[in-house]
């Protein structure tokens, strides 16, 4: 589905990404984790398309990402639920989900109010609170709006960025439920997640990111289990890449 090779991507001409060779097959969730700089949300900054300083290969179901626009990438199927959720505080939870189905329209796709309904049964919070403003909900129930959102566009594949973050533990494991059953309905994830355990808990593959470059790939079950990274990521040296390196 998505086939990434030789990625360098950067900010001006601060290079963050140095060459990245990733791929996510059909119905995969695959997992990226590494120290706070290492550029896993430059990554996924990358496929979507709002870092413009790319070069090498990205090809998603045919499509070359990297000679097309934010939008075109989301309306191929390519949808991110961002850092921070980056919501439209103002607006009504009803009115976030709309915007969500912006990229859908003039091709063929269901009906918002049908994609709507079952975002609500998702995540019965949000239907409750249809009307209230997205501003004022708790931090895991603007997650949870965050994630449908980017379902109402009806990706093929979804971007995650950090959604434990700030969150309790309780929420946490509810969101992390939802998604896997949204991955068993057929939907390919690739996620960055500063809680190692719970993302390599959920993912098929686990790649490890230092400095902007992949250090070590192996199937999340392989990870979970290898002693450098359970020492690492695990353990009380959390700030440390793989091999004893500093995540850059």
């Known amino acids: 589905m998505l086939a990434i090779s030789g990625l ?3 900010y001006g001409r601060i290079e963050v990404l140095r060459g990245i060779d990733l791929a996510v097959a059909d119905r995969e969730i695959v997992t990226i984790i590494g120290a706070n700089g290492a550029g896993k949300s430059t990554l996924l900054r990358a496929i979507s398309g709002t870092v413009g300083n790319r070069s090498g290969a990205m090809d998603f179901a045919g499509n070359d990402l990297l000679r097309m626009s934010v939008e075109a990438i989301a309306s191929a199927g390519v949808v991110q639920v961002p850092e921070g959720r980056q919501l439209f505080g103002p607006l009504s939870v009803e009115e976030n989900l709309q915007l969500g189905s912006y990229t859908r329209r003039g091709r063929r796709g269901r009906p918002a109010g ?10 019965p919070l949000l239907e409750e609170r249809r009307a209230q403003q997205a501003g004022t909900l708790s931090g895991g ?5 965050a994630i449908g959102r980017a379902l109402m566009a009806e990706p093929r594949l979804l971007l995650l960025d950090e959604p434990s973050m700030g969150l309790a533990p309780l929420i946490v494991r509810e969101i992390f439920r939802t998604l896997r059953r949204l991955n068993e309905a057929g939907l390919a994830m690739l996620l960055v997640e500063q809680d190692a355990r719970i993302a390599l808990s959920l993912a098929h593959r686990g790649l490890v990111m230092v400095r902007g470059q992949v250090m070590l790939e192996d199937s999340a079950e392989g990870l979970l289990g290898n002693p450098e990274v359970q020492a690492i990521y695990f353990g009380r040296h959390a700030g440390r890449g793989v091999s004893g390196t500093e995540g850059g």
């Not at 049908?114 to 995540?123: D, I």
Request: net charge neutral; hydrophobic share 50%.
């Open 8 to 10: 360098r991507a950067g």
């Open 114 to 123: 049908e994609k709507m309904k079952e975002v609500f049964a998702l995540f």
């Open 141 to 145: 129930e603007q997650q949870m709006l």
